[in-house]
Nanobody
Framework: QVQLVESGGGLVQPGGSLRLSCLASGSRFIINHMGWYRQAPGKQRELVAKITSGGTTNYASSVKGRFTISRDNAKNTVYLQMNSLKPEDTAVYYC??????????WGQGTQVTVSS
C-alpha cells in the first residue's frame, strides 16, 4: 500500500511564501513522476507543477517564476516552494505520484489560503 503524506499548508498574506512537502511511503514502490495539483472551490483540479525522475520540471503558466518544485529521491519526497503568493492561489493542494508501473497515487490534500 502506498501512502502520500502532505504538510506545509496554511494561511499566508498576499506576497508571502509557503513550502509544501509530500512524503511517499510503501513497499515495492518505485517512483517515476511527482507533482502537485490544486483545486479551488467550484473549479476543476489543475496541474501546478510536476517533476520527472530525471529532474525535468513543468509548471502551469499561472505559477511560473513564483513556484519551484523539487524532489529528494533518497527520501521519496517532493516539495513545492511557493513565493509571491496571490489570493488566486488559494486552493486545496494535492500531491500526485506515478510509479514506474504506471500506478497513480494521490495525497489527502492540504489547504493553502492566501488572504489579508
Amino acid at each position: 500500500q502506498v501512502q502520500l503524506v502532505e504538510s506545509g499548508g496554511g494561511l499566508v498574506q498576499p506576497g508571502g511564501s509557503l513550502r509544501l512537502s509530500c512524503l511517499a511511503s510503501g513497499s515495492r514502490f518505485i517512483i517515476n513522476h511527482m507533482g502537485w495539483y490544486r483545486q479551488a472551490p467550484g473549479k476543476q483540479r489543475e496541474l501546478v507543477a510536476k517533476i520527472t525522475s530525471g529532474g525535468t520540471t513543468n509548471y502551469a503558466s499561472s505559477v511560473k517564476g513564483r513556484f519551484t518544485i523539487s524532489r529528494d529521491n533518497a527520501k521519496n519526497t517532493v516539495y513545492l516552494q511557493m513565493n509571491s503568493l496571490k489570493p488566486e492561489d488559494t486552493a486545496v493542494y494535492y500531491c500526485n505520484v506515478i510509479s514506474w508501473d504506471g500506478d497513480d497515487y494521490w495525497g489527502q490534500g492540504t489547504q493553502v489560503t492566501v488572504s489579508s
